[in-house]
């Protein structure tokens, strides 16, 4: 399910840490505004930087009064409603820039200061109107140096929602993320194996879910193979089949799915997506479109193994179209590898092949070509490049260019290449659909999946951008022994 990425924590010493700031340009308007003059930058320095304490500091500033209630003067501010997410608040490459979004459509009159901590080095800071979202600004500044930054967002004085944010920038092609589920230290597969026997085979006490979830969510999936065969081996049964007959509903299907490989549970997933009645496209594409090419072949040997049927040839019957070629073409596992270094030349002739069109729509074979073949890291150079050549953004050109089904696949591949974070984040928001019509097995799959690469980065974009913990969306809209798994699951260990 992805390449295992180093454990770091976040390096909380901050103290030695010098500010600089650039200058922010931004057309910022709240509601209400429209028609009016937009916001500006307030600039206390000749070089165009405003100061706080003797630190450069990008202010921006709304003096209208931004409500309808015109029988109060009262100008009201609400700093809680301010919304910031986005890669540039979580994580950094060095020498790439990092990009975030700051909403204010409900936060009512206020200035707005934006201050970034970098590791004893001067800084770029600059913000432009968000290509899509009304009252919003997209900001972005450029580490040159590995270490840790800290971002500070403030509406009139008052830290918004999850600031001071902190950002490990990094060297390399790998950016280092956090699961919620490492490997166990002192680990035994006999001595858990023993602990899950003594906790099913005792009819007078019941089972012990307890022990069951303690084990299955410290252990890496690694472990919990080595568990499920050291079970095997010793005592006859498949520990997998002997819990999934036991255990009731939702937690019997979530720890049926620890138990597998990930290679068998993705291939699983996906002949379930296909075979039901109601077919999930969207779970499909999130497989197809999220893993590497060395585990997209292993998903499909895993097909086969399981099912006795080949993948490709059952997404060609079941899609069509130019989604059907799309998935196939990442099915070919051609991509790129990351570790190759970015050609600046190269880039610029992808962006001119995808902006070759003057009559607004994009090529479709060129987008496949391009987006199914290279590598994250140059396919991300791709958007920032192909955004400043034609002023819009790549995504909005997909809307407006693309209009045979392959726009939800490359929208959620685009999404995917620029935050697998934010995207996953997005994902499990769709599952939960407002607690109304829960999607058990997308929610548990994506928690399960990424509980070893990015979880604690899911949780926290997730977070920032819902104003609500999954934690408690979780204690919302699940009960039991399930919601105690899933909580377990994510909750840092």
């Known amino acids: 399910m992805g390449n295992t990425q180093s454990q770091q924590s976040y390096d909380e010493e901050k103290q030695d840490m010098q500010s600089c700031y650039g200058a922010c340009f931004s057309r910022l308007m709240g509601p209400g505004s429209k028609g009016k003059e937009p916001m500006k930058p307030i600039h206390d320095e000749p070089d165009g930087n405003a100061s706080k304490d003797g630190i450069p500091t990008v202010v921006i500033t709304n003096s209208e009064d931004i409500h309808d209630d015109k029988k109060s003067n009262e100008v009201t501010s609400y700093p809680e409603k301010i919304k910031v997410y986005g890669p540039g608040i979580s994580e950094g490459r060095l020498g790439e820039k990092g990009v975030f979004t700051i909403e204010t459509a409900e936060a009512g009159s206020g200035q707005m200061s934006v ?23 997209l900001v972005e500044y450029n580490p040159t140096q590995i270490g840790t930054y800290v971002i500070e967002v403030e509406w009139s004085g008052v830290h918004v929602s999850g600031s001071p944010f902190t950002v490990d920038v990094v060297e390399g092609t790998e950016m280092i993320y956090h699961g919620t589920i490492t490997p166990y230290k002192d680990f035994s597969p006999e001595n ?46 498949d520990i997998a089949k002997e819990l999934k007959a036991i255990l009731p509903g939702n937690i019997r299907r979530c720890v049926f799915a620890m138990l597998c490989t990930r290679d068998v549970y993705d291939a699983t997933s996906l002949r379930k997506a296909m075979k039901t009645f109601k077919k999930q496209p969207e779970v499909v594409m999130e ?57 600046e030349e190269r880039v610029k002739d992808d962006v001119r092949k995808l902006s070759g069109s003057s009559e607004g729509d994009l090529d479709e074979d060129v987008v496949m070509e391009i987006f199914t073949s290279r590598s994250y890291r140059h396919l991300r150079a791709v958007l920032d490049q192909y955004a400043r050549v034609n002023q819009i953004d790549f995504m909005d050109a997909v809307d407006c260019g693309i209009r045979s089904n392959l726009k939800k696949g490359m929208k959620a591949l685009v999404n995917f290449i620029r935050t697998p974070h934010v995207y996953f984040a997005e994902r499990l928001w769709e599952t939960i659909k407002g607690g109304i019509s829960l999607d058990d097995k997308s929610l548990m799959r994506i928690l399960i999946t990424r509980s070893e690469i990015d979880l604690v980065e899911v949780l926290k974009t997730f ?21 105690h798994l899933l909580i377990t699951i994510i909750s840092t260990k």
């Not at 899609?319 to 073409?329: D, E, H, P, Q, Y």
């Not at 977070?463 to 919601?483: M, N, S, W």
Request: hydrophobic share 30%.
């Open 192 to 237: 858990d194996a023993d602990t899950l026997q003594k906790s099913i085979a005792d009819p007078g006490n019941g089972i012990n879910e307890k022990a069951i979830v303690d084990i299955l969510t410290s252990r890496s999936n690694e472990q919990r193979i080595a568990i499920r065969n050291c079970y095997q081996e010793k005592y006859q049964k």
């Open 287 to 343: 497989i197809i479109c999220t893993r590497s090419s060395p585990d997209i072949q292993l998903t499909k040997e895993g097909y086969t193994k399981t099912f006795s049927r080949d993948l490709e040839k059952d997404i060609g019957s079941e899609f069509s179209g130019s989604l059907k070629k799309f998935l196939l073409l990442l099915c070919q596992v051609t991509r790129e590898d990351a570790s190759e270094e970015v050609s």
């Open 115 to 137: 201050r970034v901590r970098g590791p004893k080095i001067s800084l770029d800071i600059r913000s432009q109107p968000h290509p899509t979202l009304e009252y919003a600004f």
């Open 463 to 483: 977070q920032q951008q819902y104003q609500k913990p999954l934690t408690k969306v979780i204690d919302e809209v699940t009960h039991g022994g399930y919601r």
